[in-house]
Structures are given as structure tokens and as C-alpha cells.
């Protein structure tokens, strides 16, 4: 508890003057992914895996036309569903961890050419305000050199689909569960 109290009372001490304010930049992060050039890419580069993807469910849904109440069309069916939201997660996720790390990188050499010339000692992200003042927004500056960023996405995946060797055909109760469609880099 007296660590708390302590920790309260620096931070009271720090944010009690104007000036600390002045010394703070702001950056939109969520704004810089959705709005900037390197940001739409990413979301182009999603849109095309979730294109790949979906098509990897039709591919099994085909497979499975006319058979679609067995057991084992449940099953594939619902093991794909699963795989392609859990395959497009970790794609989002990579995306997202790409873009950062070019944000990051492109933050840290803003700061370290726009700190110098004038009051600004750190930044700080919007989200972790609920409201600041517009006069802190450095976005735009910050979005500017984004913009001259390239990042390289990983590898589109290809996806196969497989019928479950194991199931006799026209059987209506198959042995085992067929293949989920499987998911490759391509080169």
C-alpha cells in the first residue's frame, strides 16, 4: 500500500504543472494503421489470405456436396471453419506486428529529429489517454513518414483440401473425420 501511496504522489508530483504537457507528443496509432499507406497494404495483403481461405472452405464444402448431414462432413466442415479463423487470426497478427515495428521504428527516428529543436522529451500513444489536447496530435507528422515505409508481409498461404482416405465412399457414417484443409506458405 505505501508503494501505491508513493507511486500516486510522484505521479501528482510530475502531472501538477503545465509544463509536462508541453513536453508531450501524441501519436494515433489506430489512425496510422488504418489510414496510412504501409496500413491500407496490410489490409489489402488480409483481404487477399481471407480470399485464399475462404475458398479453402468452399473447396471442402464441394467435397462434401450431397453429404453434407454425415458425421463426417460435420466434422471436416466445422475443423475448417476453425482452421480458417484461426489461420486468419494469425495472419491479422502478423500484420499487425509488422506494421508496429515499422511505426516503432518510424517514431523513434521522429522523435530523434524533431526532439532536438524544441520541447518535446517523449511520446506517448492516444489510447492511453481518454481525452488530450489536439495541440499534442503529431499523427499527421508522424503518418507522413509511414507513408515512405514498404513493408513486406509474409508469403500468401495456399490452402488443400483432402478427402479422408479412411471413408468408403457412399458410406453414410465414416469411419474417421476427413482431412481439414491444410494451410502452405507459398514461396
Given at each position: 500500500m505505501t508503494r501505491t501511496v508513493c507511486a500516486v504522489l510522484l505521479a501528482l508530483a510530475f502531472c501538477s504543472g503545465p509544463a509536462w504537457a508541453e513536453r508531450l507528443a501524441v501519436v494515433d496509432v489506430e489512425r496510422i494503421y488504418r489510414e496510412s499507406a504501409p496500413?491500407?497494404?496490410g489490409e489489402a495483403h488480409l483481404a487477399q489470405v481471407r480470399g485464399i481461405l475462404q475458398k479453402g472452405l468452399d473447396d471442402l464444402r464441394v467435397l462434401y456436396k450431397d453429404r453434407e448431414n454425415t458425421r463426417e462432413a460435420e466434422v471436416a466442415l466445422r475443423e475448417g471453419q476453425a482452421a480458417l479463423e484461426?489461420?486468419?487470426a494469425a495472419e491479422r497478427l502478423a500484420v499487425r506486428r509488422i506494421l508496429a515495428a515499422h511505426l516503432e521504428n518510424v517514431i523513434r527516428v521522429w522523435f530523434a529529429v524533431n526532439?532536438?529543436?524544441?520541447?518535446?522529451?517523449?511520446v506517448?500513444?492516444?489510447?492511453?489517454?481518454?481525452?488530450?489536447?489536439?495541440t499534442l496530435d503529431v499523427t499527421d507528422a508522424v503518418m507522413r513518414e509511414m507513408d515512405k515505409e514498404n513493408p513486406s508481409f509474409h508469403a500468401l498461404p495456399t490452402?488443400?483440401?483432402k478427402a479422408n482416405p479412411q471413408a468408403a465412399p457412399g458410406k453414410?457414417?465414416?469411419v474417421a473425420p476427413a482431412q481439414p484443409p491444410s494451410r502452405h506458405r507459398t514461396p
Open positions: 496500413g491500407r497494404a484461426r489461420q486468419l526532439a532536438k529543436g524544441s520541447e518535446i522529451s517523449a506517448a500513444l492516444a489510447s492511453s489517454f481518454a481525452v488530450y489536447s489536439p490452402v488443400t483440401v453414410s457414417e465414416p
